[in-house]
C-alpha cells in the first residue's frame, strides 16, 4: 500500500472529526509552541549577551581595589590600592598581557546653559578607548599629550550629548562638570547596554589626570579606581589574571595567607553568570515544554485508542478485502503522526508569533532558528510514532471477523 | 473439473467462558470452478461460520481447507490477507462500505492493498463500477445511494481483483424483490463468464438462481442438491 495514499485516508479521517483533532492536537500545540519560545529565549539570551561582551571589548581582565571573600562580598571596598604605577608595571611586566589602562570613576552633575545632568564621569586614557574598542563619532577623542597635561576636555556618551544639546552639535562647546569648566572634544560611539543593564552611554570621559586632580577625593593624585586589562590572546586570558595577581601581589607586599588589597575579575566570569539566568529561563519552559509535550501524547495516545475503537468496523472491512496487519498499523500510526506534525507546525506557528510579542512587550531579546524549527518539526513526529504505537498495535491486532461483526 | 473449495470434516468450536458451541459439526464439501451453489438452512444453523470460514476470516477449529489447492490451515496472518485480497471476493448482507468515501474509491480498496498504482486504481475501478451498472454514480458517497445500488458498489468491489471465488453472505437480505431479481441476474451473468459463486440465502426464489443448493442444520449439511448447471430463469 502506497504511502501517499496512507496520508490521505489519514487526513480524511482527521478531517471528519475537525474539532475533536483540533483538541487533540492542543497539547502539542502548547507544548511545541513552548519549545519555540524557549529556544528563542535561549538564543536571544546568548546573542544579546555576546553583543554585549563585544560593546565592552574582548579579552578583558578587571582590577579592582579590595579583595572578594568567598560569599562575592567585596571588603574595603572604599580603599584606594591601585595606582597608576601598578597600570605602567602590568604593562611593561606581564608578557600575556597587550594593553593596560587606569580609570577612576565619580558622579556629578553636568551643567550645559539652563540644562543640567547627572552622570558617571570617568577619568581614561587613550588606552582605555583602544581595549574598549570604542572610538568618537564626533569630534576627537582623548590623547596621551590631554591626559599629560591634565587639559580640561571631555568626550560625551550618546545619552549625555542627546539630553544637554539635543540635535545640536555638542563639540567646541563648555559644559560645567563639578561646577569646573570643560570643552567638548568629541562624542562617542553608542554602546547600549552594558551585561548589567546599565546605559553605557550615559557618561562623560575626561583625561585621567585631569579626573585625578579635579574630580575626586583622594590621597594621592596617582590613585586610581579600576584597572582595564587586555590579554593578547583569548587563550592567554588566563595566563595574563595570574600574571596580573602575583605581579601585584608582589608589588602590594601581600604574602601568604594575607588578604589581598584587589581584586581581579575575568570577563567570561561575567558573561558566565549572564548565560545562567538565561539558562534558568530556558530550564523553565523547557519544563513547562516538556509536561505538555507529555501530556498532550497521552491525549492523543487517548483520542486514537476511542478512535480504533470507533473504527473496529472499518478496520475489519479492510483486513476482509486484503489489509495486512502491518497496513492497519501504518494507517494508526500515519494518523497519529498526522496529528503530531500538524500540532507541530501550529505550535511552531504559535510559538513564533509568542516569541515576537514576548520580545515586544517585554523587550526580552529573542531568535527564532530554522534550527529550532527542524527540531520542534521532528520532535513532534517521534511524538505521534512514540504515543500512536500502541493504539496502532491494538487496531493492527483485531482479528478480522471480530472487527466485522463489531457493533 | 478442479475444485475451488475442498473442505474436509470442518469443525468450528465457540468457546464463551463456561459455555461451548459447536456451531459446525463436521462439515465436508466440495467445489468445483465455475459452479454456483446456494447455500439454506435455518437461522443459526452455521451457514455465516462456514461462509466466513471458506472467506479465510474465521479459522477453523479443526478439519482440512483447500483453497484452489492450497492448504488454508498452514497460512499466517499475512498470506491468509494475500489470499483475502487477490482469491476471494466478499459481498455482506450489510454491504460493509466505508462511510463519507466516494464508490469509486471504496471499489479501487482492494486494489490500494494489492499494491497497484492510483491511476491504474481509478481506471479498474470506474471499469468494475460500469460492469455492475453504476456508470454516472462513481462519485457518490454511501448515504448518497440506495441499498440496491450500495450492494452493487460491494459486488463491484469484491470483483475487482478479478477473484477465483465470489462469497455471499445473503446478499439480498437487505433489499426489496425487484432489487433482489436485478442483483441475481447480475450474479448469473458473473457466474456465466466463469467466476464460482458461493452465496447464502434463505429465500427459495434466490437459491433457486443457483445450481446446486447446500442445506446446512444444526451445523451438519443435511442435503446437497444439483439442480442442473446453472438452471436461470429469465
Ligand atoms: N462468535 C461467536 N461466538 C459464539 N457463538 C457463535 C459465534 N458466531 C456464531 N455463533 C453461534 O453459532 C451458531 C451459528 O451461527 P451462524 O451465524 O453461522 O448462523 P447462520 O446459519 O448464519 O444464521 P442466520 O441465518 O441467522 O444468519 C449460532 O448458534 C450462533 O449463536
Ligand atoms: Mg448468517
Known sequence: MDFLQTIKISLRALRTNKMRSFLTMLGIIIGIAAVIAMMAVGSGASYVISQQ???????????IPGSTTSGGLRTGGGAQTLTSDDVKAITSECRSVSLAAGTVRSTGQVVYGNLNWATVITGATPEMFEIREWGATAGRSITQQDVDSASKVCLLGQTVAESLFGSADPVGNIVRIKKIPFTVIG????KGQSPQGTDQDDTIFVPLRTAQRNLVRSQHTNNIGALMVKAKNEALLDKAEEEINSLLNQRHRITNGKEPDFTTRNLSEILAVAQQSSKAMSLLLG?????????????????????VTERTREIGIRMAIGARKNDILMQFMTEAVMLTLIGGLLGIALGAIGATVVSKILSWPTLISIQSITVAFFFSGAIGIFFGFYPAKKAAGLNPIDALRYE | MSAVISITDIRRLFIMGEQQFEALKGVSFTVNKGEFVAIMGASGSGKSTCMNIIGCLDPPTSGRYLLDGLDVGRMDGN????????????????????????AVENVELPLVYAGIGSKERRIIAMAALEQVGLAG?????????????????????????KPSLLLADEPTGNLDSATTEEIMNLFTALNQSGITIVMVTHEHDVAAFAGRQLTFKDGHIISDSQTGPTDRKD
Open chain 1, 53 to 63: 561582551i563585544a560593546s565592552i571589548g574582548s579579552n578583558i581582565i578587571l582590577v
Open chain 2, 79 to 102: 498470506q491468509l490477507a494475500d489470499i483475502r485480497n487477490k482469491k476471494l471476493g466478499f459481498v455482506f448482507q450489510g454491504f460493509n462500505l466505508l462511510a463519507r468515501t466516494p
Open chain 1, 187 to 190: 562624542v562617542m560611539e553608542r
Open chain 1, 287 to 307: 519544563a513547562v515544554a516538556s509536561i505538555s509535550l507529555i501530556v498532550g501524547g497521552i491525549g492523543i495516545m487517548n483520542i486514537m485508542l476511542v478512535s
Open chain 2, 137 to 161: 454514480k462513481e462519485f457518490n458517497h454511501s448515504s448518497q445511494l440506495s441499498g440496491g445500488q450500495q450492494q452493487r458498489v460491494a459486488i463491484a468491489r469484491a470483483l475487482v481483483n
